[in-house]
Structures are given as structure tokens and as C-alpha cells.
């Protein structure tokens, strides 16, 4: 990519991840690296990489002297770096400590433009080896992202650099329903280990957020489209005001729910559970998670329609099975 055209839109998450990969990148370059070929190999403008080295500047240990920080020079449309003598000091890490750094480490040599061979995919050998000795370590962890079947996420990639829409076959997890959408796809990131989509969609005629692994098929089109000139950031989960609420009471066995799902308001019960209210953007989504939950969820606070509906779920789910069993 040139370093003037126009770059994908990074959030301040995939900005930090850059400059977390183009930190020892750089810094392994005895001369430095020219301007243009980072922007090149980390897909940045000059702006999108000068916001990055900003940050880089201020990374140090206290008490954040001149000695403890990362130096950074920009000369002749050149960039330089200089790690702080810490970062060349032997780490006393705990196996909790090294597991840890090693995931985070593996997730950034995957950031498009790292080094496969370089200072921080040695120093991660270096650390698989230490926590499997006298083993290669490959199975100790590993980090991937969800799955995107069907050659489905570099067909998008495609499409958002060259702003053309998409026809997607989608699976919609809430309503349970294989759905058609026309879409203008403007983003795509991961978060929590997943891929979504940031596209118009112009069956609903609003912002849609779609994971990849639900995208049966994806075609791209010939029909230009132009996006947004300033995309803000969109969440995963966006329910709408007038989205009806359910509060649950929660066993200790299911606090697991507040950390998996949007929670808008929790508290802690006398028994160690949670009482916690949830956004119902579709039913079926609620009727499942009630399902799933069984006894370790109470129903406290909800619309009508939806005070029974993990027992109605329940019992259509039992009328299946019953008819299929007499089949």
C-alpha cells in the first residue's frame, strides 16, 4: 500500500497492536527503516504511523527518565529506534506470567506486517522453550482467530480496499434465520478472538456488525459505494432504546453470564450470585441462553411476553423430540 493512499480505519485497539509489532521490527534494523516502506508493510498512512510512533516515545518504566524510555528519531524520512537497556535485561517471569506474555506475544507476530523471523518471533521461541523444556513447545499454546469458512474473510479484505458492495448469505444467531443482505462493507476487525464485519446494510437501512464465521457466503459485486468520511467505532452488541429488558437472578455457577454477554446493570446477591439486566435485541437468542442456564437462572423482572419464555422454549423443545421419537 502506498503510504498516501487511502488506509483501512484502525480502532485505538489495532492502532496499539501496530505499534506493539512495529516497535521491535524497527528496532531490529541496524539503520532504521524508511518511512514509506513501514507504512508499506504495516498497511499505514504517514498520519495513521506517526500517531503510533507518538505513543511509542512515551513507553518506558518509572520513573519515566530519558534512560527508561524508548527513543525514537525520525530523520531524512527515516525512523530509528532505541530500546531502554531494561528491555534487554532477563525476565523473571512466573509460568502464569510467561503463558500469558507468550499468547499476547503470538497474537501480535500474527498483526499483518510482522517479522515471522524477527526479534520478537525469537525472543517467543526462546519463551515456548522455557515453559515445554525438553520438547520443541509447539503445543504449549496457540493463538487464531475464529474461523471464516469458505475463503470468506480475504473476499471481504477485498472488498473493503476496493469499496465495492457484497451480497452476504448470513446466519442471524438471534433469530435463528439464514438471511440475505446487500451490504457496504466498511470494516473489519477482531475482537475477542473472533472477525466481524462493520458493513451498511441496506435491508435493515442502518450500521450492522456481522461475525464471519456466521457468513455463509459472501459475493462480491461490481457496484461501487462510498464510505463514510470519519467511521466511528461500532460495538459488537448495539441494542436500541426501546429494546425490551430482562433482569435475571443468577446462581454463583452462572456468573459466568456477565462475562460473557452485555450486562447493563449487575449486582452481587446475598448468595454469591448476580442479579443482572440484559437488552432482548431477539427472542430466540433469550430462549436459548434460558435453556442453556436451566435452574441456575431466575426470571425476576420482564415484559409478559417474555416472563415464561425459557419454559415455552423448553417445552417446544420436548414436543421435537417427542415427534421425532414416535417417527
Not at 506475544?105 to 526462546?126: T, Y
Not at 475463503?151 to 477485498?158: A, E, I
Not at 459472501?218 to 460495538?235: G, I, K, N, R
Not at 440484559?278 to 442456564?293: D, F, G, I, Q, S
Amino acid at each position: 500500500m502506498s503510504p498516501d493512499s487511502t488506509p483501512v480505519r484502525l480502532t485505538a485497539t489495532e492502532r496499539l497492536r501496530r505499534m506493539l509489532a512495529i516497535v521491535p521490527w524497527v528496532a531490529a534494523q541496524p539503520d532504521g527503516a524508511a518511512i514509506d516502506e513501514i507504512c508499506a508493510r504495516f498497511d499505514l498512512d504517514r498520519r495513521q504511523l506517526q500517531e503510533c510512533l507518538d505513543t511509542a516515545f512515551m513507553v518506558g518504566l518509572h520513573p519515566y527518565t530519558p534512560d527508561a524510555l524508548i527513543d525514537v528519531w525520525i530523520e531524512a524520512d527515516r525512523v530509528r529506534l532505541r530500546l531502554p537497556d531494561f528491555f534487554t535485561r532477563p525476565l523473571r517471569l512466573t509460568p502464569e506470567q510467561a503463558l500469558a506474555l507468550l499468547a499476547a506475544g503470538r497474537s501480535l507476530v500474527k498483526v499483518p506486517g510482522s517479522d515471522p523471523d524477527g526479534p520478537l518471533a525469537r525472543g517467543l521461541a526462546k519463551l515456548t522453550a522455557s515453559l515445554a523444556p525438553g520438547g520443541d513447545g509447539a503445543s504449549v499454546v496457540d493463538v487464531e482467530l475464529g474461523p471464516s469458512g469458505g475463503g470468506v474473510l480475504p473476499r471481504l479484505q477485498d472488498a473493503v480496499a476496493t469499496r465495492r458492495r457484497v451480497d452476504l448469505d448470513y446466519y442471524s444467531y438471534g433469530r435463528d434465520q439464514l438471511t440475505h443482505r446487500r451490504v457496504d462493507p466498511w470494516r473489519i476487525h477482531a475482537e475477542q478472538g473472533q472477525w466481524y464485519l462493520e458493513a451498511w446494510c441496506h435491508s435493515s437501512d442502518d450500521v450492522r456488525v456481522f461475525r464471519l464465521d456466521r457468513v455463509a457466503d459472501a459475493v462480491v459485486l461490481d457496484e461501487p459505494f462510498t464510505p463514510p468520511a470519519d467511521l466511528a467505532q461500532v460495538s459488537v452488541f448495539r441494542p436500541r432504546p426501546d429494546d425490551p429488558r430482562i433482569a435475571l437472578e443468577l446462581a454463583p455457577s452462572a456468573r459466568w453470564v456477565a462475562d460473557q454477554y452485555p450486562v447493563e446493570e449487575v449486582q452481587t446477591t446475598a448468595d454469591g450470585g448476580l442479579r443482572v439486566v440484559l437488552a432482548v435485541v431477539a427472542v430466540p437468542w433469550l430462549e436459548r441462553l434460558l435453556v442453556r442456564l436451566g435452574p441456575d437462572a431466575r426470571v425476576v423482572d420482564a415484559p409478559p411476553d417474555l416472563t415464561h419464555a425459557g419454559p415455552h422454549a423448553a417445552e417446544r423443545i420436548l414436543r421435537r423430540y417427542d415427534q421425532s421419537a414416535e417417527a
